[in-house]
């Protein structure tokens, strides 16, 4: 259950990453 939820999290940020990235924005 853990490991499922680490991954639903990094999954998460690497969306929110793209889409600042998409904005213009640089992480």
């Known amino acids: 259950m853990k490991l499922l939820i ?4 990094n999954e998460l940020r ?3 990453k793209k889409r600042l990235n ?3 924005y640089i992480i």
Do not use: T
């Open 22 to 24: 998409e904005a213009g």
């Open 6 to 9: 680490v991954e639903d999290q």
């Open 14 to 16: 690497s969306l929110l």
